[in-house]
């Protein structure tokens, strides 16, 4: 099942949204690692230059999961900020006008 253009532009938005609006979220994705992760084009590349049997099919198999070692690695990078629960609470049930703060101890009110 696809999802439509309009349900993935709305997805986008809220992200752009979410980040806009938590400056901790934006310092910390600012401030995330990153690792060299290789495009689906580099892998084609590389296979056709390479001779070796062997070496083609690691990379054959590297191509045919591009898709979920490409998630994981979306997923470690910026889904532990952008899928937190304190995120999903924090924007969804705003506590009623009293902001939050989180302590060392907990939240507090």
Known sequence: MKLSNDKIE???ELIILVIKEDTHLRIAIN???SNNFHTKEELEKTIDEISSIEMKKIFEQKLK???SDRKEY???KYGKFILSERLVRS???PSFGLKRKYGVFGKHY
């Open 10 to 12: 709305e997805i986008i």
């Open 65 to 67: 999961n591009f898709d």
């Open 74 to 76: 979306l997923m470690e």
């Open 31 to 33: 401030n995330s690692q």
């Open 91 to 93: 924007t969804i049930n």
